[in-house]
């Protein structure tokens, strides 16, 4: 009897991923040639998770997604799990690296200067977090009730859900915790 698809073994070949979304701390990855392939996700899960930086890894097979929380940096996180032959970038080249460099600096930047000014009380996703619900709450009132607006709350939502990495050496004010 021929085992069920979505119960393969992964296969030897890292798969090609893309990064659909990033916020500080977080990145979801997006597999394409695998969906409803079960066993093949469990696997890349797994495999992961043995990359260092990598908190958790949660993957859903339907969708072919990877989310990825993680503590170090994203640029270099995903480049040791290319070298270990646990995934690889689709359309990853020089260029993209340079910029995924700069994104990472801009927001590590960005957070870091919101934690300093606000005495660590406020994070880059919390004030995302904040500034999406605040235009979603003016379209609402504007009686705008469109798919658009809609999506602006679920982003505020998940801005607040996003995990952001403390400044190295430091811990997160728990008082910014209870915040978010």
């Known amino acids: 009897m021929e085992p069920h698809p979505t119960d393969r073994k992964p296969a030897a070949v890292p798969p090609r991923a893309r990064i659909v979304h990033r916020t500080p701390g977080r990145a979801r990855l997006r597999v394409e040639g695998h969906r409803h392939d079960r066993a093949y996700f469990h696997g890349i899960a797994q495999r992961l998770q043995t990359v260092p930086g990598v908190s958790s890894v949660e993957t859903n097979a339907v969708t072919g997604s990877i989310l990825i929380h993680h ?91 996003a995990r952001s990495r403390p400044e190295e050496g430091e811990e997160m004010a728990e008082s910014a915790g209870e915040i978010a």
Do not use: W, Y
């Not at 995934?87 to 910029?99: I, K, N």
């Not at 000014?117 to 609402?140: C, D, H, N, R, Y």
């Not at 705008?144 to 859900?161: K, W």
């Open 71 to 161: 503590t170090a940096e994203i640029g270099p996180l995903l480049e040791h799990a290319r070298r270990s032959a646990i995934l690889v970038m689709a359309g990853e080249g020089a260029v993209m690296r340079s910029l995924s460099r700069i994104a990472d600096a801009v927001t590590t930047g960005m957070d870091r200067e919101l934690r300093r000014i606000s005495g660590g009380q406020v994070t880059l996703p919390l004030a995302l977090s904040f500034t999406f619900f605040l235009m979603a709450i003016a379209k609402l009132a504007q009686g705008d009730f469109r798919a658009s607006t809609l999506h602006l709350l679920l982003s505020a939502v998940q801005a607040a859900n």
